[in-house]
């Protein structure tokens, strides 16, 4: 995966990708040893040391929610959500304003990102729509929207935190867009990773502006050369944190 000068410190670390999530028919352990390695050639090897990762990464937030009458009937569209482990939409109702993803406002799942809500054109609802993925993640609500008019929520959600959502388009060919919540003003770098743990790509993104910042990556290795079809991790750093997550180049 790597390799780490010896400099005499008490202990070392080392950030690995695992090569999938474990779910419940895979638990997917990954293995794990380290050599040290002598100038005069000998050569010591450390136990092997055994970990899953879990899936704890929320999908990204359905954006550009819409409402519309259509007869006594209200259709609902919004943006789909392009995460490979995606599973479905639940949408949320209230008579009011302020509508919270709580099991009182739930009111419909979907896997289509429309839905009509026959009979509730005279009703006055207002709705938001999140997703799911196949852990049961859940995301930030979309944008609250009714046939009332708007409720001054915007489409984009505030920066509160270090955020990296996933690539898109993904699959892709020759470019993608990687977008990033930054919370505030910070030196931002790009690793990229193939399946086997060997990095690719490290490259300093500059200092970037607090808020939602996109990002191209045009499929290429440090050296400008066009990445394998298959897939790969990215790493993006910021502020002494660190977020992963997958992509899938398809040439």
Not at 36 to 49: L, M, N, Q, V, Y
Not at 67 to 76: D, K, P, T
Not at 87 to 107: C, D, E, I, M, W
Not at 221 to 236: E, H, I, K, M, T
């Amino acid at each position: 995966m790597s390799n780490v000068g010896a400099t005499y410190l008490p202990s070392y670390s080392y950030t690995s990708p695992t090569r999938q999530d474990s779910t419940a028919g895979d638990a997917a352990v990954n293995h794990f040893k380290v050599l040290a390695h002598e100038p005069g050639g000998r050569i010591w090897e450390s136990a092997t040391s055994s970990a899953s990762s879990v899936d704890n990464i929320a999908p990204s937030a359905p954006l550009l929610l819409a409402i519309q009458a259509s007869g006594q009937n209200v259709v609902l569209t919004w943006k789909p959500v392009d995460d490979l482990d995606f599973a479905t939409y639940s949408l949320y109702r209230k008579g009011s304003n302020g509508v919270q993803p709580v099991p009182v406002n739930f009111l419909t799942d979907r896997t289509l990102p429309t839905y009509t809500d026959v009979g509730a054109a005279p009703g006055g609802y207002y709705y938001i729509v999140t997703a799911k993925d196949t852990h049961g993640n859940q995301s930030a609500p979309s944008n609250e929207v009714s046939l009332l008019g708007s409720t001054g929520v915007d489409d984009t959600p505030a920066v509160t935190a270090f955020t990296v959502r996933p690539n898109f388009p993904n699959p892709f060919s020759a470019r993608t867009d990687l977008n990033l919540g930054l919370p505030a003003a910070s030196e931002v770098s790009l690793e990229v990773f193939d399946i086997a743990g060997r990095r690719v790509l490290s490259r300093s993104l500059g200092q970037l502006k607090k808020g939602w910042q996109r990002i191209a990556f045009d499929a290429t290795d440090a050296g400008g050369n066009p990445l394998a079809s298959g897939v790969y991790f990215y790493r993006v750093n910021s502020g002494g944190k660190s977020i992963t997550n997958k992509m899938v180049i398809a040439r």
